[in-house]
């Protein structure tokens, strides 16, 4: 069984800055994606960085510049330093990896507030 576990979210002021973790476990034989989505309240979920399957990384625009994905193969975790926050940054951010263990399949993790306001 493979869980995604995060970490780092919280609250803080506008310009301020946080780092997120995200660890994979279980029995895991490859990782193909691996990366950050969130869902702010009233609003869909929308992907915020990303490791893609061909190793290249994709942010979404709104991010680009601000933040930035970071990952350790050695221990299956991926991180995303967010820093300039804005109050429009606060949701529920979300780890999401396709992972082959038994079968290939999506996994998403619990999430984690992150609240930006003074």
């Known amino acids: 069984q493979v869980q995604l576990v995060e970490s780092g979210g919280g609250l803080v002021q506008p310009g301020g800055s946080l780092r997120l973790s995200c660890a994979a476990s279980g029995s895991i034989f490859n990782i193909y994606t691996m990366g950050w989505y969130r869902q702010a309240l009233g609003k869909q979920r929308e992907l915020v960085a990303t490791?893609?399957?061909?190793?290249?990384?994709k942010y979404a625009d709104s991010v680009k510049g601000r933040f930035t994905i970071s990952r350790d193969n050695a221990k299956n975790t991926v991180y995303l330093q967010m820093n300039s926050l804005k109050p429009e940054d606060t949701a529920v951010y979300y780890c999401n990896a396709e992972i082959r263990s038994s079968y290939r399949g999506n996994y998403w993790g619990q999430g984690t507030q992150v609240t930006v306001s003074s």
């Open positions: 490791f893609t399957g061909g190793g290249s990384i």
